[in-house]
């Protein structure tokens, strides 16, 4: 499993879900991506992408940072 980071801070959406979308394709099942944003909407919106497309995802909030962690699905 590897494990890649995304540094999203201060982008606006849709570019941090284009570039998570983009990252994931590259990426082999069972790998994880940690999108970092400081943007609320990116969380929602990256978040409601991974469960629509059946993609673990777990979202932690500190501070206004936000940090995502999205498990590309095996099989």
Do not use: F, N
């Given at each position: 499993?590897?494990?890649?980071?995304?540094?999203?801070?201060?982008?606006?959406?849709?570019?941090?879900?284009?570039?998570?979308?983009?990252?994931?394709?590259?990426?082999?099942?069972?790998?994880?991506?940690?999108?970092?944003?400081?943007?609320?909407?990116?969380?929602?919106?990256?978040?409601?992408?991974?469960?629509?497309k059946?993609?673990?995802?777990?979202?932690?909030?500190?501070?206004?940072?936000?940090?995502?962690?999205?498990?590309?699905?095996?099989?």
């Amino acid at each position: 499993m590897t494990v890649k980071e995304l540094d999203c801070l201060s982008e606006l959406c849709p570019i941090p879900l284009i570039k998570v979308m983009q990252e994931l394709k590259t990426m082999k099942p069972g790998d994880v991506l940690v999108l970092h944003s400081d943007h609320s909407c990116v969380a929602i919106d990256v978040e409601r992408w991974a469960k629509e497309k059946k993609y673990p995802v777990q979202c932690i909030e500190d501070g206004g940072e936000w940090e995502m962690y999205i498990e590309k699905p095996k099989g």
